[in-house]
């Protein structure tokens, strides 16, 4: 197997490969913090979080200044002023939604970036097809076999461990299809070998499975099996129950706050995660998405509270790490009979991390006069999303051949980052 | 008289003699292809070892006792009887006697499963909720509501027919005689893969398996190909059910009569006025911007035929969509019934079949969104007006073009023989393909009767993939499944949501694909949870499998236990490692120790858990009276004993992995 990795071949961690079972803790931590020799010391580690469901942009981050958006929109309507939902005022042009104020700090600060009128530029309105376009990165190319995030893993030019790249989802996203290994995990509390209500005998099975790996003659077994087992030890599963979020740094009880937390764990024990990904639904709001309270307020509320829980909890390890968001589409700028709104084009996403140039909005877009939306309807999409996606990775990750990250593509990365 | 009848009959005889033997002479050349003669003895191979390698690649898993049948059928015969697929299959019968999607028409499973938005549409319409409250959403009373309106109508929750469609999937895998079939299902599923995760194609991916995979596993590549292509959930799914053209004649006329034009005004109207309804603007744009899509063009000929590199270019993909415009659905099965149905009122369908209409099924073939103009793919002109022809001359071309049978053959002998099967092997096999014009049945019976098949480098040289490795646990231990939904459950834990892989180009037929940390881990818990019984609604008599004779030490029972779970391999060295854990860790005194301890309940320990820690005390309490020896024989009792760990180990092992 060329392209896996040599996983702790190190002195420090051959301790783990030796001891069955229980590695103390401490002793886990003094290794994983004193011991490991780079590239693993303090990797960057990108996060990229999909609202799956195709997110109101022009709610979430509103042209409010532009009149024809209250036309476009009258029930649906907001903007700074009290009686119209009291949304934090951006920059005098675009409002950020209430929900969303965990960001209004973030974006002062200059950590927050808002990219607004992203987009694919295959205007395919179907849930299945945008995102399955824009995980593949290939916006006209549904055979990609591969996802952008699993490129991006293959052009990061070193070794890494089992953790390198993880999703915190039940089954493979699009996103990391492709060579390189990525492992899925709801809850990291699985990663051992469980008997439930049992656990002498779950010791006594890990330890034949340990025997029994080790002397099997398959290689690809063999070598997996032995980072399976070392993984396993690296992540002490008291450590992960037990994990305390520091920093004062309180996650939202919910899906995405949870996988959220589970990713704050995994960078702190600092293992080598280098890509991230999560993913948050909800955002299909074609009935009564309501204004500033609602569903979509509720939806934006968790969204927001969840990344601001993360990027506190982050503490002294916010400089490795950067966040980025993305949805397939946005929705149109009329409302629909429903109160709610349908399928659109652009959409805006965040981008959060100390090399972010933040504090902006960034966007070409002109107004919402008819004749600027794309057929007579939708905010026309005038950032490329591989634009944004490759620009974080670029330069977040240090990788510098767009040409596999995104093939088919010629553009150039958005400047949002400060390097 | 008498004479002229004797002549008569004479030469009905010499024609008949003559006729039999040019049948003969046919049957033979054509025996020949399909003469089965497997080289395993010069292999190497005993009987019984090649028994087990054929099982181990045709079927999801030696059930016990296969490899003993295999070899009193004949090796030969048995793959013949599974070639010829006839076998009875009542034990599947029974278990799918109870799933009532399996036999509907895509129409009536529309009919019956309609999409959640279109029950919330039907709700609102009813009046039954408030389209301000739809989004209190998950309230008790409004889940009520919606469940007493769907019942009014019969209609059922999609999950319901994708849990059915996942379950058939488990049951066949598990429990079907015709193996090779579920095999080769499995296989072509794969090669040809749509997905649930598209919602649009989700409703037909039931009646595509069953109807355009199921029966042409084994026939001609150019009718699996041509039954793929022209089923809706392989129109939807790659979007070629979208992919129009107006330039022909049809629409010309339509373009320039009054109604068309009025139409035309009407929907730009539509599209200019800022109050116009939303869902008629989304309508007529979709409309206005239809046209050429080159989604399934591409994939035909990169995933389906001749392979990345077999040799087309991006003109010869945009000329094979070209071709492929108007290939459709059957308007009833779509948004357009009324429409369609009003449409026929004014017409008829002999006339419509005059213009070049073509209705098969559920496919459609609308000639007046078919481009008419002349093409050239892959160098072959195809002249003007070819109509819907012109599309099945394509999947012709492709089924039988040389870089197709490189590319199928590849595909075949990675699957069955090794994950890299040699040069030789797969020119031989492309040579079959095309001397048969694409049967499969001759390609795989090639592939048997080769040297390569039952090489060394081939035995256990596959992995199992997370639905190959759940099925043969079933097999292996006679498991009796009640909720094949759970097995469905593991397959996602272990890597492998299968009807759900997003790409058209299906799970990668690869070993490192498979086996990464977090799935290796999920099997080995797989196996674990399967033997002891910890996955709801299955059953397993582990005792039942070594005729109830119980093995004297955990020694033993992990020899005997291997030897049933995994038939002609040699264990030796993990019996030997496994065997020398056992004592370093005193594993028998510490189960001694765990059974004489006070039972400490924790709090995730279940009344389950209890109840075995019970019966190890009293199965040593038991023993102590009877034998002096204090040997802990936690075996005996049920399936949560030492046995069913070491059935569990064997499961999770690697060799159990490899196949």
């Known amino acids: ?419 | 008289m008498k004479l002229q009848r004797m002549f008569m009959c004479f030469s009905a005889g010499f024609v008949f003699f003559v006729f039999s033997a040019f049948m003969q002479l046919n049957n033979n050349s054509k025996n020949e292809k399909y003469a089965l003669h497997f080289p395993y003895k010069k292999m190497g191979l005993t009987d019984r070892q090649a028994a087990a390698h054929i099982l181990s690649r045709f079927t999801f898993g030696a059930k016990p006792n296969d490899v003993d049948a295999v070899v009193n059928t004949g090796i030969e015969n048995w793959f013949q009887q599974q070639l010829d697929g006839k076998l009875a299959d009542d034990d599947v019968a029974q278990r799918l006697a109870s799933y009532d999607a399996l036999n509907l028409s895509n129409e009536k499973i529309i009919a019956t499963y309609p999409r959640q938005s279109e029950i919330l549409r039907l709700a609102i319409k009813e009046g039954i909720i408030n389209k301000d409250s739809v989004n209190k959403g998950n309230k008790p009373e409004y889940k009520q509501q919606v469940k007493a309106l769907m019942d009014k109508y019969g209609y059922k929750a999609p999950q319901e027919l994708y849990r059915q469609l996942i379950n058939q999937k488990i049951i066949r895998a598990a429990y079907g005689n015709n193996q090779l079939h579920e095999v080769l299902t499995d296989f072509w599923f794969n090669h040809f893969n749509v997905s649930l995760t598209k919602e649009q194609c989700a409703p037909f991916i039931l009646t595509y398996e069953r109807d355009a995979i199921r029966p042409n596993v084994l026939g001609n590549f150019e009718t699996i190909l041509e039954a793929t292509a022209k089923h809706p959930a392989m129109l939807e799914y790659l979007d070629n059910a979208t992919s129009v053209s107006n330039d022909n004649d049809i629409a010309r006329k339509q373009r320039n009569s009054v109604a068309g034009q009025r139409a035309e005004q009407r929907m730009d109207e539509i599209l200019n006025n800022p109050n116009a309804n939303p869902l008629q603007k989304q309508i007529a744009a979709g409309k206005k911007n239809q046209g050429l899509n080159e989604n399934y063009a591409r994939e035909i000929m990169e995933l389906h035929t001749l392979g990345v590199d077999g040799g087309y270019t991006q003109k010869d993909v945009t000329e094979v969509a070209r071709a492929l415009t108007g290939w459709a659905l059957n308007p009833d099965l779509t948004f357009a019934k009324q429409v369609a149905q009003k449409l026929m009122s004014f017409t008829t369908w002999d006339k419509m079949a005059k213009q070049g209409f073509v209705k098969e099924g559920d496919f459609f073939f609308a000639a007046n969104k078919h481009d008419q103009n002349e093409k050239i793919i892959l160098g072959k002109k195809f002249s003007m007006g070819g109509g819907y022809y012109e599309g099945m001359e394509v999947i012709k071309m492709l089924a039988t073009h040389p870089s197709t049978a490189k590319f199928i053959c590849k595909k075949l002998a990675i699957r069955f023989v090794s994950d890299n099967p040699s040069q030789e092997l797969l020119d031989n096999l492309s040579k079959i393909y095309l001397q048969t014009k694409g049967n499969i049945k001759a390609v795989i019976i090639a592939m048997v009767n080769s040297d390569e098949f039952w090489g060394k480098d081939a035995l256990r040289e596959k992995i199992k993939s997370p639905f190959e490795l759940a099925v043969s646990s079933i097999r292996a231990t006679n498991a009796d499944v009640q909720q094949p939904f759970q097995v469905f459950n593991w397959c996602v834990k272990m890597g492998q949501k299968f009807y759900y892989y997003q790409a058209p180009t299906g799970f990668p037929d690869k070993a490192s694909y498979w086996i990464n940390t977090g799935a290796l881990l999920s099997r080995m818990n797989f196996g674990l949870a399967f033997a002891t019984q910890k996955i709801p609604g299955i059953k397993i008599n582990l005792a039942a499998l070594n005729n109830n004779h119980e093995p004297e030490s955990i020694d033993a029972a992990l020899v005997t236990y291997s030897k049933i779970l995994l038939p002609e391999r040699n264990q030796d060295e993990n019996i030997k490692r496994l065997s020398q854990l056992i004592k370093e860790e005193d594993v028998e005194k510490k189960i001694d120790n765990a059974a004489n301890a006070n039972v400490v309940v924790n709090k995730d320990t279940n009344a389950e858990d209890e109840t075995i820690m019970m019966n190890k005390k009293e199965e040593k309490a038991a023993l102590n009276k009877k034998n002096a020896k204090p040997i802990t024989t936690a075996y005996v009792q049920g399936n949560n004993s030492t046995i069913a760990q070491v059935a569990g180990i064997i499961i999770g092992s690697p060799e159990f992995q490899r196949r």
């Not at chain 1, 309180?250 to 080598?272: E, R």
């Open chain 1, 1 to 419: 197997m060329v392209n896996r990795r040599i996983f702790m071949r190190n002195g420090a961690m051959a301790l783990f490969a030796a001891g069955l079972g229980g590695v103390p803790s401490f002793v886990a931590r003094a290794a994983n913090n004193k011991k490991i020799i780079p590239p693993y010391k303090k990797n960057k580690t990108m996060v990229c979080i999909f609202q799956r469901g195709a997110m109101d942009g022009l709610m979430a981050v509103s042209p409010y200044a532009d009149p024809n958006l209250k036309i476009l929109r009258p029930s649906l309507y907001m903007s700074p002023s009290a009686n119209e939902g009291k949304m934090f005022d951006l920059d005098g042009r675009f409002g950020l939604h209430p929900g969303l104020a965990a960001f209004d700090p973030l974006f002062r600060e200059g950590r927050l970036a808002i990219v607004h009128g992203v987009g694919s530029p295959n205007n395919s309105r179907s849930h299945f097809d945008a995102q399955d376009y824009m995980e593949a990165g290939t916006p006209f190319n549904k055979g990609t076999a591969s996802g952008w995030l699993n490129r991006a893993v293959g052009l990061l030019g070193h070794e890494g461990t089992p953790f390198r790249a993880v999703s915190l989802t039940s089954a493979l996203p699009r996103s990391f299809y492709g060579d390189n290994e990525a492992l899925a995990i709801n809850n990291l509390q699985d990663f051992a070998i469980q008997m439930r209500g049992n656990p002498m005998a779950a010791n006594i099975a890990s330890k034949s499975f340990e025997q029994l790996y080790d002397v099997t003659s398959s290689q690809l077994l063999n070598k997996t099996g032995k980072e399976s087992f070392d993984a396993m030890k690296m992540l002490n599963s008291n450590d992960i129950k037990n994990y305390q979020p520091t920093n004062g740094a309180v996650y939202p009880n919910s899906a995405l706050g949870n996988s959220l937390k589970q990713i704050a764990t995994l960078i702190k024990m600092n293992i080598g995660l280098e890509v991230a990904f999560a993913e948050v639904g909800g955002w299909d709001t074609h009935f009564n998405q309501g204004t500033a309270n609602g569903s979509l307020a509720r939806n934006l509320k968790d969204f927001s509270d969840s990344i601001a829980a993360f990027w506190k909890d982050m503490d002294a390890h916010q400089d490795e790490v950067t966040l980025m968001t993305m949805t397939e589409f946005g929705r149109t700028a009329h409302q629909n009979g429903t109160g709610g709104t349908d399928h659109g084009r652009a959409s805006c996403l965040f981008v959060l991390g100390n090399d972010v140039a933040g504090g902006k909005v960034y966007n070409n877009i002109k107004s919402l006069a008819i004749q600027d939306l794309e057929d007579g309807r939708d905010l026309p999409v005038t950032t490329d999303f591989r634009s944004v996606f490759s620009a974080v990775a670029d330069s977040h990750l240090k990788i510098n051949d767009d040409k596999k990250l995104f093939p088919e593509w010629n553009g150039t990365g958005l400047k949002i980052m400060k390097s």
